[in-house]
């Protein structure tokens, strides 16, 4: 009830203490940020893969064990991700227009 209460004021006091908590020099451009999350994800899905394959392993001795509800379904179906195939472009025909069939 307080926090609704006194919102800005919470609000302010928290970014005031971020703000003060905050390597501004010690922090990643936008680039360098970019390649850091891409490699961690990288990372984790590599993680999550052999996880899925242990659960494949164990599913297939007869164990009883579940893939976890929050694991990436790319991991636990073995997908890889591959470009999508270019489509050859259509050329618009104007005038278009709509004939009658079977009249």
């Given at each position: 009830m307080l926090g609704f209460l006194f919102k800005t004021q919470t609000l302010k006091a928290v970014d005031a203490l971020i703000?003060?908590?905050?390597?501004?020099?010690?922090?990643?451009?936008?680039?360098?940020?970019?390649r850091a999350t891409a490699e961690t994800a990288a990372e984790v899905l590599l993680a999550e893969r052999h996880e899925a394959n242990l659960m494949w392993k164990a599913?297939?001795?007869?164990?009883?064990?579940?893939?976890?509800?929050?694991?990436?379904?790319?991991?636990?179906?073995?997908?890889?991700?591959?470009?999508?195939?270019?489509?050859?472009?259509v050329e618009p025909q104007w005038p278009m227009a709509i004939e009658r069939v079977g009249v």
């Open positions: 703000d003060e908590n905050t390597d501004t020099n010690a922090a990643l451009s936008p680039e360098p940020r970019e599913l297939d001795q007869g164990l009883a064990v579940s893939h976890r509800p929050d694991a990436d379904p790319i991991a636990v179906l073995g997908l890889v991700a591959a470009p999508a195939p270019t489509r050859p472009s």
